[in-house]
């Protein structure tokens, strides 16, 4: 890079907003511009994203961008792009879509994919892909088109996901990378599509639709002409294909160090937990065949991925109990009035003394077990429990359901990066270091995911000889100093959490009865 090309712009369409971020060459944000997505939710568990529409508000955020960075195509050096992952994105041999594109929150695959985890391909497609089949993926979903709508599927060329479909237009290159390759339809060990996996899955036919696999950190494509000229930046500035979204999070965030045993969790309205595996041999899989495993851009690393699907989701629910009450006595707060003194409470509250399942999501959950009928649940409420009593069970709730996801990937890592919306609770972080015996550290950088997507450009473009040196810039100084365990909350966490472990187990019978209830009440 030339000094007069000092910045890397990098772009993240995620679920509920696209985002673009201005970086320079040591990582310093330089200025933002976002713009909502747009997607629809139908009956039958559909949900639909219109591709030309992204493509339309991705270039809009792009030229919002330049109008808060001066003189931001004379200075670009480099482009990046992440986004939301899963999916399918399908076009036809002119570049058009074939259909609008399947989110990862479609679960119009869900029958199918039900009926192969509970077959005998689902261990060997877990040994392959080191991911659990879920009906957000790829694979899963075109199943779903040939069975369904086979018609859509002649139409189509290639299947991409989101960020494949912007590069396609920012180039003119038919790819996808590593991570969504691996996982979609692929085997890890490889990092790409594998024609097995393929066959577990019913779609060997189909593997004519996935493109080739290019790995942004060696590899980018230039500007084209006409994205050129729809953007406002100079044609044949390098593009890099970033990895999805949650990799770029986690690189942006500080998963990637040299140093072992390093985990990353992103506490979010879901809790996205990761662990570094420095190769293939070091990747856990786990009996229940749950969790993610996906290359990460550092040659031979691999991401290890368990999710739960609700996080701060639960103490939304617990501030808004409280809001209703004062507003049914003509009091009217926010959220942000009780989130005011929330830490001073919680961390004022014993310790231990209840129990809480948070699995709050009207979808159930998914790591690192799958059941949809999981609910949410407190145990051990006495007379004297208070409010704040229930907000402390909450938290310590989050925390264990963090073990419980780490625990299924192997040992607990020794240190710990946080970022998300709830990272600056003190008393989150209090209490997870405590349950995950482990020094927590926060990542205080707002655009973890488009910064992620930057690196992997800054590297790719010469600016940084490896991730090392590259994290060394722009992730070190965006983390807080580390802080440790508390040991006598530790020694009591680690009591309890068998005990949690125990409930989770004993409690799926009584989840699956208060479906078929529910489900019964419905139909009357």
């Not at 779903?144 to 479909?165: I, M, N, Q």
């Not at 709050?360 to 051990?380: K, L, N, T, Y």
């Not at 940084?464 to 006598?488: F, G, I, K, N, R």
């Amino acid at each position: 890079m030339t000094q007069s090309r000092d910045l890397i712009v990098g772009i993240d369409a995620g679920t509920s907003m696209i985002k673009t971020v201005a970086f320079a060459r040591d990582g310093g944000q330089l200025g933002e511009f976002a713009l909502p997505n747009s997607y629809r939710i139908a009956a039958g568990g559909r949900v639909e994203q219109e591709m030309a529409r992204t493509w339309t508000d991705t270039v809009a955020a792009v030229r919002g961008l330049a109008s808060v960075v001066p003189d931001l195509g004379t200075r670009l050096a480099a482009i990046a792009v992440t986004g939301q992952g899963d999916g399918t994105w399908l076009i036809d041999d002119d570049g058009r879509p074939v259909a609008p594109a399947l989110l990862w929150l479609d679960s119009r695959a869900a029958k199918l994919v039900d009926e192969i985890r509970s077959s005998e391909r689902n261990a060997k497609l877990y040994r392959r892909t080191g991911s659990g089949l879920n009906a957000c993926q790829q694979g899963a979903q075109l199943a779903w088109f040939k069975a369904h709508e086979p018609d859509v599927l002649s139409r189509a060329r290639t299947a991409f996901h989101c960020k494949d479909w912007l590069y396609f237009l920012l180039t003119g290159e038919r790819a996808t990378d590593p991570s969504e390759a691996t996982f979609t339809c692929g085997k890890f060990r490889k990092r790409g599509f594998d024609e097995e996996t393929a066959g577990l899955i019913g779609i060997s036919d189909l593997m004519r639709l996935f493109p080739k696999v290019v790995d942004g950190v060696a590899t980018t494509h230039r500007l084209t002409d006409a994205a050129a000229a729809e953007t406002g930046l100079p044609a044949g500035v390098p593009v890099s294909l970033g990895y999805v979204d949650v990799i770029c999070n986690a690189l942006g965030a500080g998963l990637y160090d040299t140093a072992p045993d390093i985990g990353c969790t992103i506490v979010g309205s879901t809790g996205m937990h990761m662990r570094l595996a420095a190769n293939a041999d070091a990747v856990t899989l786990n009996s229940e065949a749950t969790g993610y495993t996906m290359p990460f851009p550092v040659p031979g690393h691999y991401a290890q991925m368990q999710s739960n699907m609700a996080a701060t989701l639960n103490i939304d629910w617990l501030l808004d109990l409280a809001l209703d009450v004062l507003a049914a006595e003509g009091v009217t707060r926010a959220r942000g009035d009780l989130l005011k003194r929330l830490d001073e409470r919680v961390l004022q509250a014993e310790p231990g003394e209840l129990l809480f399942h948070p699995f709050i999501s009207d979808a159930g959950e998914r790591g690192p077990f799958v059941a949809h009928e999981a609910c949410a649940q407190f145990f051990g409420l006495r007379s004297r429990h208070r409010y704040w009593d229930l907000m402390r069970a909450v938290i310590e709730g989050l925390a264990f359901a963090a073990r419980d996801c780490y625990a299924a990937m192997g040992t607990l890592p020794r240190d710990i990066r946080i970022t998300g919306g709830a990272a600056r609770s003190r008393a989150l972080g209090t209490i997870l270091a405590a349950t995950l015996d482990c020094n927590i550290r926060i990542c205080s950088r707002a655009e973890a995911g488009a910064a992620g997507a930057a690196m992997i450009a800054a590297v790719a473009t010469g600016c940084y000889a490896d991730m090392a040196a590259c994290a060394e810039d722009w992730v070190s100084p965006h983390l807080s100093t580390p802080q440790a365990p508390d040991p006598v909350l530790a020694a009591r966490y680690a009591k309890l959490f068998p005990v949690y472990l125990d409930a989770r187990l004993g409690s799926r019978p009584v989840w699956k009865q208060l479906a078929a209830l529910r489900a019964g009440d419905a139909h009357v």
